[in-house]
């Protein structure tokens, strides 16, 4: 698909993310250019890749679904068909589809501060040519596991086992599990969403854990909001259940946080009313930590507990000692035996989409850089990501930050800058890991993630309504947001151009000292026509690099000093 080269803005992922992304990006800058690369060749990332018998979200849809299209479907707990049709219908009602190029990998993405650009790398996924795309903008919404391989760890003796080994990331389309007995690997959302649906069929299935986690009943329905439907149109019946669940997950998260102990012991209520009498619920259900540290496993209508009620399902928690050619053999050296074992043991976290990014040709640690509003990286131009909550939906946070990206490219073309980069301001400020949760696939992976701060605009913030202030209604200038203008080309006359940099530079000290290759600004009160008439300095209106103030005239150049 031809494209203006470059391109505004270079989206890598068509997911829920991604494809919100453009939704914003049309609505609210509708003269900027953009693409889409997606890896598959299908759109809708999570929703599209994951096949195994009930997948389905653990949020509601009216939360997890786009502030500005309404969730229509009976069922706020929606199947992984039903989010898809939604995303399609999205993609259609906001011409997106144009805009998408699969089969498109992207692997590296090299920004050029003279350029003020990113050209990036792509693989066709198919023929595996290489090919290039520029553009002023990545905005990386790759998700945060890996496509090609779930988590699984290695377990003693799995070849000897005769059957099929399953990960639910690669469910084989023809599995015929009717009859069979299944044992499941895993305690996670996964797990709790398989279970029941392969029990249906299934002769019976266990649930295999080393660690139980937290699991509520929830609705999968939400009849206030049907009704409110019928009373008051879908717009604004979407607009108000939204908030409500928005409040509901809110006040749920500070509560587990505030008060753990209480929180614990309502779920074990909860959980003991669902379950047969005499249940071993603190064995299978009991958690060594909080309500929320992890994230908390929704069963709609209660769906685990009524198969394990009814004898279909059973938990098992115990360390596996390894597999035998019958089952799993546990260290207690009982033995279980399964026909089909499933290890619904993980995803594995990749960030940024797995690209590599240079600057200027030095490449981007990701450790190395701190994460600038949970949305850009450090020192790292032009460069924004989507990663959302894990203590309440997803996108919630994705809609807030594609909303404060828009805004931050109008805001920039406003006062004429081309690069955006967050900077420290302060080099000795403590950093700590990017997420504060204690989700295993998190843990894993956490070293090689970016890292966050200890005050704003550094935090990887999980506070919905501070961030509703911080990236819908605080202004985008932040004196640790430096916006600079495009260099100027190079001048003719070299020894001219050194001639004003070095008299300018005697005169007014730099705002921040320049790199090779990065733009040095210089802050100034005095008369404009003296620089606009030199060569290779470009006047610019912004915020200057390293103030604090509100936007004012600099002049900027390449030269080196
Ligand atoms: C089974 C499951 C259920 C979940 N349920 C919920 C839930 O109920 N509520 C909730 O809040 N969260 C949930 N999550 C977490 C998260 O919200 C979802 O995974 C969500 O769909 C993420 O959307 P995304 O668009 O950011 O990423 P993804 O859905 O992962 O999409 C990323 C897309 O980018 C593409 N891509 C990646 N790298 C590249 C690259 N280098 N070049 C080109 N394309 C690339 C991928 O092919 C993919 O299409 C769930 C996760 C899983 C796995």
Aim: charged share 20%; net charge positive.
């Amino acid at each position: 698909m031809a494209s203006p080269d470059p391109l505004d803005v270079l989206i890598i992922g068509a997911g829920i993310s991604g494809i919100g992304a453009a939704c914003y990006l049309q609505r609210d800058l509708p003269g900027h250019s953009y693409a889409i690369l997606e890896a598959r060749d299908a759109s809708g990332g999570t929703w599209d890749l994951f096949r195994y018998p009930g997948v389905r979200s653990d949020s509601d849809l009216q939360t997890f679904g786009y502030e500005f299209k309404p969730w229509r479907d009976e069922d706020s707990i929606a199947s992984a068909g039903k989010i898809l049709a939604y995303l399609r219908e999205t993609m259609a009602e906001h011409d997106v589809e144009r805009h998408v190029r699969y089969q498109s990998r992207a692997c590296g993405a090299s920004w050029s501060s003279a350029d003020a650009c990113w050209t990036v790398q792509v693989e066709d996924t198919v023929t595996g040519q290489r090919s290039s795309v520029t553009a002023r903008w990545v905005f990386c919404a790759g998700g945060y596991y890996r496509y090609d391989e779930g988590f699984s760890p290695r377990f003693e003796g799995r070849d000897r086992f005769a059957g099929p080994v399953i990960h639910p990331q690669h469910w084989p389309e023809d599995l015929d599990y009717a009859g069979q007995r299944v044992v499941v690997i895993g305690s996670g959302a996964t797990a709790v969403t398989l279970i029941p649906a392969l029990a249906e069929t299934a002769g019976h299935v266990t649930m295999l854990q080393r660690t139980p986690s937290y699991v509520m009943p929830v609705p999968r329905g939400d009849k206030w909001a049907v009704r409110l439907r019928g009373l008051v149109g879908e717009d604004r019946a979407h607009a108000i259940t939204r908030r409500k669940n928005i409040a509901r997950q809110q006040w749920v998260w500070r509560f587990c946080q505030r008060y753990p102990k209480t929180a614990r012991r309502l779920i074990r209520r909860i959980n003991v009313k669902f379950l047969p009498p005499g249940y071993p619920v603190d064995e299978h259900f009991s958690p060594p930590y909080g309500p929320w540290d992890q994230r908390l496993c929704a069963a709609p209508e209660g769906d685990l507990f009524r198969v394990i009620r009814d004898g279909r399902a059973s938990v098992v928690t115990a360390q596996i000692a390894n597999f035998t050619e019958r089952g799993v053999l546990l260290a207690s050296g009982q033995e279980l035996e399964a026909d089909i074992i499933v290890t619904a043991t993980g995803l594995n976290v990749q960030a940024m989409g797995g690209v590599e990014l240079t600057v200027d040709g030095q490449p981007v640690s990701l450790p190395d850089t701190v994460a600038y509003k949970g949305m850009m990286l450090s020192d790292v131009p032009n460069f924004a990501y989507a990663i959302g909550y894990t203590n309440s939906s997803w996108t919630l946070k994705v809609g807030l930050l594609c909303e404060h990206f828009c805004r931050l490219l109008r805001r920039m073309d406003e006062v004429g800058a081309t690069t955006a980069t967050p900077v420290v301001a302060d080099p000795a400020m403590p950093t700590r890991p990017f997420l504060d949760f204690g989700a295993g696939y998190i843990q894993r992976a956490i070293g090689a993630l970016p890292r966050q701060g200890d005050r704003a605009p550094w935090l990887t913030s999980l506070n919905y309504p501070g961030d509703v202030k911080l990236l819908r209604h605080r202004p985008v200038d932040d004196p640790e947001l430096h916006l600079t203008a495009r260099p100027a080309p190079a001048p003719a006359d070299a020894a001219a151009h050194q001639v004003v940099v070095l008299w300018t530079a005697s005169i007014s000290r730099p705002a921040r000292p320049s790199s090779p290759g990065r733009p040095a600004a210089l802050a100034s009160s005095w008369p404009t026509p003296w620089l606009a008439a030199a060569p290779g300095w470009r006047w610019s209106t912004g915020t200057l690099p390293g103030s604090t103030g509100s936007p004012r005239r600099y002049a900027s150049s390449t030269g080196s000093r």
